[in-house]
């Protein structure tokens, strides 16, 4: 493996565990984590410089230096959801920025740039690991020894064993849990919260369901639409919420469960609903 594909494996780790830690900060607000993402927006910068990679070392010292002149005065959540939007936006990235991508994501940073929407996280992604092929490669030895033995039976054990720990394998990496795909938007929720102005608390209801990976890239992009919508136009803001006696604090839930041979997928919030009497208005 090259060095820059082990950056960029680490600088996912890191960005993931920084976005963690944002959202952990906004519910303590302890000083102390602001300390630990400068520590890794720091580590980001030194490796990209080590590795070749000029202009994500000159952003990652951007949000370096941002982190350390919030030191003192702490983190508001418009800052909070700037730096996760760009997180969630070069995390996938397998080369160097280009300058105009420096350029946009220090307006993100700075609030230069009136942002309106979020970006969704990704589904965390289930890797086979070392630990995993090596433990595989034992037991091929293993099924070999005993057919240069001759003791089929045991082999033959052995074979059936096998395919049934290899079908399990394929079965992992080709499947992904709705779970997964429904907690890759907690994110975006914030996100979106925080653009709107608004206060939400977002709700997994899901069973214990898997669906096809392809699959799920497209029920993102369904839910999409859904969840932004019903923050930017279901759910009321604090003040028309108070004003009505709800809490301030809106629900979006997403819910999924099994009826038959199909898989429901819910979205739902307690704000104002539609207007049907408007909406038929704009119809004529």
């Known amino acids: 493996m090259e060095f820059v594909d082990i950056y960029f494996t680490e600088m996912e780790e890191k960005l993931n565990e920084a976005m963690e830690l944002l959202k952990k900060y906004l519910d303590s607000h302890d000083p102390a984590i602001i300390k630990d993402l400068y520590r890794i927006y720091h580590t980001l910068k030194g490796s990209a410089g080590l590795v070749g990679l000029p202009k994500l070392g000159e952003f990652m010292h951007k949000l370096e230096s941002a982190f350390k002149e919030k030191m003192n005065n702490g983190l508001d959540e418009d800052f909070v959801a700037r730096v996760i939007k760009i997180s969630n936006e070069i995390i996938n990235k397998k080369n160097d920025l280009t300058d105009d991508e420096v350029n946009y994501y220090e307006s993100i940073l700075n609030g230069e740039i009136e942002l309106k929407e979020g970006t969704v996280g990704n589904i965390e992604k289930e890797i086979i690991s070392i630990e995993l092929l090596e433990k595989f490669y034992e037991r091929i030895l293993k099924l070999e020894n005993n057919l240069m033995n001759k003791n089929y039976s045991i082999a033959l054990k052995e074979a059936k064993s096998l395919r049934v720990y290899i079908q399990n394998l394929i079965e992992e990496n080709k499947f992904i849990s709705i779970y997964k795909v429904i907690k890759s938007f907690e994110n975006l929720v914030f ?74 997928l819910e979205v739902m919030d307690d704000g104002k609903g539609i207007d049907i009497d408007n909406s038929n208005k704009k119809r004529r």
């Open 191 to 264: 996100q979106e919260a925080v653009f709107n102005k608004k206060k939400i608390k977002f709700n997994i209801e899901v069973e214990n369901t898997k669906i096809e990976k392809e699959d799920a890239e497209s029920l993102k992009d369904v839910l999409i639409h859904l969840v932004k919508n019903a923050i930017a136009h279901g759910i009321e803001n604090p003040i028309e919420r108070k004003r009505k006696g709800k809490s301030e604090i809106g629900n979006l839930t997403v819910k999924s469960y099994i009826k038959g041979d199909h898989i429901y």
